[in-house]
């Protein structure tokens, strides 16, 4: 198995996060390609959760 990593940045509105990116990577590497590709360090939220798992 193999796990699925979700991209999420955005930026905090009324007391809550509001979430403009969110895409999958297959690695931890491609997560963080997404990441520096679309900037995504500037926003105020910039994180990579482990969302699932998917056969090999």
Same mark, same amino acid.
């Given at each position: ?5 979700? &991209? ?5 509105? =009324?007391?809550?996060?509001? +979430? *403009?990116?969110?895409? =999958? !990577? ?8 997404? +990441?520096?590709?679309? *900037?995504?360090?500037?926003?105020? +939220?910039?994180? &990579?959760? &482990?969302?699932?798992? *998917?056969? !090999?």
């Amino acid at each position: 198995m193999t796990m699925i990593y979700s &991209v999420l940045a955005g930026k905090w509105e =009324d007391g809550e996060e509001n +979430i *403009k990116f969110a895409d =999958d !990577a297959g690695t931890m590497e491609d997560a963080q390609r997404i +990441i520096q590709e679309n *900037k995504l360090y500037t926003y105020p +939220i910039c994180r &990579v959760e &482990v969302t699932g798992f *998917k056969a !090999a």
